[in-house]
């Protein structure tokens, strides 16, 4: 792809989307139209500095809005789709999973059908349009792992165990039917746990993060021995480039950061980074903070990813050390404390009242 291409990134204000815009516009990599309900994950201040970017456009709205979608296509004429949108915290999903049926089941199928109608007539009979729809989702649809299990690969068999990954579960299984049926140019990523910048401080790094900094307690769920694989937001976001620039339609790329660690080495790691950046804090030590709790229902104990496809197809692999990564995600939350206390609206504190309080 170029750098006149148009690609319409869905959920672009959330973590994972604004990050991806950032680097596509800061490497002028293509044109963005963003499209996002602004739920309480979406910040329209994660892509601020775009405000006078002229090869940026915002426009409020659903994924499952066929009238407004059908528009904005017929208006840009994007070269790509990136689907990004979604509920995405599994802890909500247990609580409330409705929105995820809607979001993530519906919501997509809606993107699908009104994307195929707009790639069968302006798209598929032309062949200087070079249309892709990418759907980014989440290795958590392979299911959990025992410690001795091999990585998930793109062959493993789906087995989705929180209403969370069985919503993402739905909306793949939508595009691979589309791809199958219509030869819709669908590709899905499946990515493991991200972290870094802008991430909504209810996921694991962020919360702790933030918990360490103001000596609140660090709820480690359960024995904290459940293992998930890490990778740093940018390098996600480069695979996802890579599989737009070189991927193969109806194909699905795992993606992943070659990082498996139990929750409670991360949080450790969290706990050195703050005693180091913070000598004279009265929480140092700061892994004194630490505090089991109750555990997630149907928790899944483990995930590991092998990206070994994209690495050898597509000539990706992740670029960050979690060190680094991780060093530099505390910094960004240290450095920026009006976007921490932009998300945390009257909903953010309801929300960790009534998540931790049942795990008390
Ligand atoms: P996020 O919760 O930070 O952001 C989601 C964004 O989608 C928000 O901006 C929200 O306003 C928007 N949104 C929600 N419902 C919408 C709707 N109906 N229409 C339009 N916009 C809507 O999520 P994230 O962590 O950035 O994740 C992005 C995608 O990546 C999700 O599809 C998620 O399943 C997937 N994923 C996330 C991770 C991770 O570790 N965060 C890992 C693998 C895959
Ligand atoms: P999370 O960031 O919610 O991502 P996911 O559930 O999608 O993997 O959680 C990452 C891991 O951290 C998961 O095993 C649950 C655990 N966890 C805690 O131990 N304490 C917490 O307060 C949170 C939010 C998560």
């Known amino acids: 792809m170029n750098s006149s291409d148009t690609y319409l990134v869905t ?41 006078n970017d002229s090869h940026y456009h915002f426009h409020k709205g659903d994924i499952g809005d066929k009238e407004l979608v059908a528009s904005l ?28 049926m809607k979001t993530n089941i519906m919501g997509t199928f809606h993107l699908l059908q009104v994307s195929l109608d707009y790639w069968e007539r302006h798209c598929k009979n032309n062949p200087g349009k070079r249309f892709r ?23 493993t068999p789906y087995s989705p165990n929180s209403p969370y990954s069985a919503s993402k579960a739905a909306s793949d299984h939508l595009v ?40 609140k307690p660090l709820p480690v769920y359960g024995d904290g021995m459940n293992v998930r694989d890490w990778i740093f937001v940018n390098d996600h976001c480069e695979a996802i480039l890579s599989v737009l620039d070189k991927g193969t339609p109806g194909e699905t ?3 992943g950061g070659n990082c498996e660690k139990p929750n409670i080495e991360i ?12 000598p004279d804090s009265p929480h140092v030590p700061h892994s004194s903070l630490i505090h089991f709790v109750k555990d997630r229902p149907g928790h899944d104990r483990r995930y590991a990813v092998d990206c070994s496809k994209i690495t050898r197809e597509l000539g990706w692999k992740p670029s960050m050390t979690f060190e680094q990564g991780l060093n530099h995600t505390v910094q960004w939350y240290m450095d920026n404390p009006q976007w921490v206390g932009s998300v945390r609206s009257g909903d953010y504190l309801k929300w960790l ?7 008390s």
């Open 73 to 100: 296509l017929e208006q840009y004429k994007p070269d790509a789709i990136v689907n990004f949108a979604a509920e995405s915290h599994v802890d909500r999903s247990i609580f409330g999973p409705e929105d995820f």
């Open 133 to 155: 729809f990418l759907h980014v989702s989440t290795d958590e649809v392979y299911g959990s792992l025992g410690s001795d299990d091999p990585p998930f690969q793109e062959t």
């Open 267 to 278: 949080v450790r790691a969290i706990t050195g980074v703050m005693d180091e950046l913070f």
């Open 176 to 215: 691979r039917a589309y791809v199958h049926t219509f030869g819709f140019p669908g590709a899905i990523t499946n990515c493991s746990n991200n972290y870094g910048p802008r991430q909504f401080p209810e996921k694991l790094i962020p919360l702790m993060i933030l918990n360490a900094r103001e000596g």
């Open 353 to 359: 009242e009534k998540n931790y309080e049942k795990r």
């Open 11 to 51: 959920g672009g204000c959330g973590f994972i989307g604004s990050s991806f815009i950032l680097l596509c516009r800061k490497n002028n990599k293509a044109d963005i139209v963003n499209l996002d309900a602004l739920t309480y994950a979406g910040n329209p201040l994660n892509l601020a500095e775009l405000q």
């Open 253 to 255: 790329y795992n993606i």
